[in-house]
């Protein structure tokens, strides 16, 4: 899991940018769509929405890391409906890519070498929830 400073740095940087975050989810969309066109076709909700929910989820994960253990079954479901949705494995390394680049532009310095990392070591774990639940038997 994460460090107590880890989970500090996550929060900080989402309350960094609390007040133009929509803004800084299009710069994360526009770069996943700059560096992986064969995404976009993936995204049948207009942009604007999409972004909403992003920053929605992005708030979540962060309120649920001094509990994660309760949000993992989320992840889990998360993951299932995403293989519906046609993502692939490796589209979450460009979700990555494309979600540091974004919080790198957005937060310039204060997006530092430690807080980088503590944001690869959150998504790396949330990717792997998520990838568990979409490589899991559909129970019906």
Known sequence: MMTAREKALVRGTL???SEYSGAVVRLFY????E???QVRP???TEIGEQSRRLAEMLGAITASLDHFEEFRPI???LGRRHV???VRPEHYELLRTALMWAFGNALGVQFDRETRCAWETLIG???AEMLAGAAAPQVL
């Open 15 to 17: 309350e960094a940018i």
């Open 30 to 33: 526009g770069r996943l769509f």
């Open 35 to 37: 560096i992986a066109p």
């Open 42 to 44: 993936l995204f049948k």
């Open 75 to 77: 992840l889990a479901e």
């Open 84 to 86: 519906e949705y046609s």
């Open 125 to 127: 774990i949330v990717s």
